[in-house]
């Protein structure tokens, strides 16, 4: 009866309360079932919502100082109850029972009392919001008052604390979820000069929609914090929280397994302090120490000079040695999937050594270097506790989402290695192991529209689309709805994107014309000046900080001449910059404080600022009927937070401006008619072999620059444009 709970139904038209199974203990846990089952019934009789109360089965796990910390089964959450945690009952428990409920309910007291939101009395009585009550659940009443023991003195308990306070509004509710889920982790705590009475400022509406990302929504959260056996994809546009997820999902299995070996590997090196960072900050959260950097490891894909990697650590560990990139780039036009496809054909037999792998960024990672992974990752077939993040655009926008097949290979038998079918038939109903997450919580609604605009080319002079999606399902997942049912081939189709998937609130405090801004200039230099002016209106008037701007040249043959320009115009306005062009390729750092950044596209790639600047947008031109310039501009939009400016020098940019003032007219909605896949590919196709090849050799290449440990010089000249 227990799993009925996850066929949520509607009730008087509100989705009933949710349930998050976290551990995998469940399933033999027959306590726990029966009172999983009466919150379940009981939501159903009293009609709880989602929005009015939640409940965790094996979270939070709140530690102390003691080597053992002890931790509910069940914890349910309401607005008109407050929270009540259940201690299952075990043999052994008897003799520290008392202590132990003593010691839950001071740990969540505390992690509550944190929130000036939920603290209530006087300076010297420690009081919260809410009653918080604990109790150990048996069927037997040999331990007295400290225990419940059946559906009854639940719901008596229940009633009294339903008695004893008014009902948590939205913002007190959702604190506690945040503190209970982890997510309370995110909040920034960057200092900001904000004028609380001027909420137009920048600094006012950025601290707003912080504030709002840090409650990103359930699905994300259950899916970051629930542990399975086996494979599991997490895929999602740009801006979906897929990073967050992982982070959080390694600092979870880490507390919850803290003996085994975890992975987490990407593929752009400047992610490194962002994902160690958010790791730290939610172990810290449950557990006030530094996660055991010695079982949790944090490695780039490849690696290099001062930096170890999954690759090159690999080869070392299992008496292979490792290629160097000058090597491999010799021997085919990708050189991580050769490398790692070297050392996978090696005499030497690479070792299993991680319990978990997590991989963010799993659409740029070759072929070769997922089934390394494989061989990295102890178990059989479908219990490789193997966790890929995926975004289906960001990789040069390929409309087909490679497949477990494909990227994993077979057995000598013929049988697939991982297929995601087969090893769910090993899951409990309640658990899945391939998520979508369709919100986007780092783009506005407007941005992320007119990214998908121009990557696509939807809006294109010529009216012929670069790229498309497959299907109205397709659209779907990326968290769009059909206004239109026909998608065959002309058809008009409308699409739209529904706040609900956007949901940050940005448009309360800006309009559409503050949110994107462009603008064609004669010159590099007048561009220049007026990128400047701009940066120097968010940080004097908008009161950003110089590390919230992040300048991104599309123009690589020019961007250290336009980062020189800059720099000097950013100088003259008392603003310092951060030309990641001179920093070592190698460094792990992006950002630096006090300093506005300037980057290439490959660099930027994995990072985000809340005011982007996408300049040298003309360069494209020539190349806009190609999925890979397009793919360059909607990976630069997609990196702003909350405000977008682009520039460019003459009608080359106003090419693109035409087509982002469409977008930004049409907004929330994209009209197009279906195109001919056929003919899209024409486009594609229509090359002399050697141009073909060498055009696929320059994006391949340009895909991998954040992997290459090379000298400026070296590459500069793979972008002189005479290839």
Known sequence: MYLNMYNRKKISGRKLMRTVITSKTFERNHLARQVIDFFVEAAKRFNWGEEDAVLYYGFPKFHGY???TPCPEILFLSKNHGMLALKIVNEGDSDDLEADLDEIHSLIFTKLFESRVLRSGKRRTKEIRLPLEVFGFDEDDTFGDVILTCAEDIEQTLADMQASFNALNDLEFNECRSIIEGTKALSSYTKRDIDQSDTSSKSYVLAALE????????????????????????????????TVVLAMKAAHLHLTEPDKRILFTFYTKSLYDHVKNLITKFYRHYKKVDPNWDNLHIKHAWGGSGIDGVYFSACTSNGIQPMKFSEARARGSNPFDYVCKNALLSQEKIRPIYHYVLMDEAQDMPVHFFRLIYQLTLGQKDFKNI???????????KVKTRSPKELFGQDVDGTDLVDLDRSSQNLPSYLENDIVLKKCYRNPRDILITAHALGFGLY????QHVQSLEDKEHWQDLGYEAKTDDFSIGAKVVIERPEKNSPLSILNYETKEELIKYKSLGDMTSESQWIASEIED?????????????VISLDDRRAREYFEILTLELSKRGLRSNNVLLNPYNSKRYLEEGKVTLSTIHRAKGNEAPAVFVIGVDALYYDRKSRFARNKIFTAYTRSKAWLRVSGVGSNADAFFAEMHTAIKLSPNLEFYQPDPDTIETIQRDLSDKKKNIKQ????????????????DEKAAFFKGDL
């Open 66 to 68: 003691e080597e053992y």
């Open 211 to 242: 504030e709002e990302i840090k409650n990103f929504d359930f699905e994300q959260r259950a899916s970051a914090v629930s542990i399975i056996d086996g494979p599991q994809r997490i895929r999602g546009l740009a801006g979906s929280g897929k």
């Open 387 to 397: 966790i890929w993040g995926y975004d289906e655009l960001q990789n040069i926008f």
């Open 460 to 463: 294109s002079k010529d009216g």
């Open 538 to 550: 968010f940080c004097n008037n908008g009161h950003l900080k110089a590390e919230d701007i992040l």
């Open 697 to 712: 050799l320059r994006e391949e290449i340009s895909s991998q620059l954040d992997l290459l440990n090379l000298s400026e």
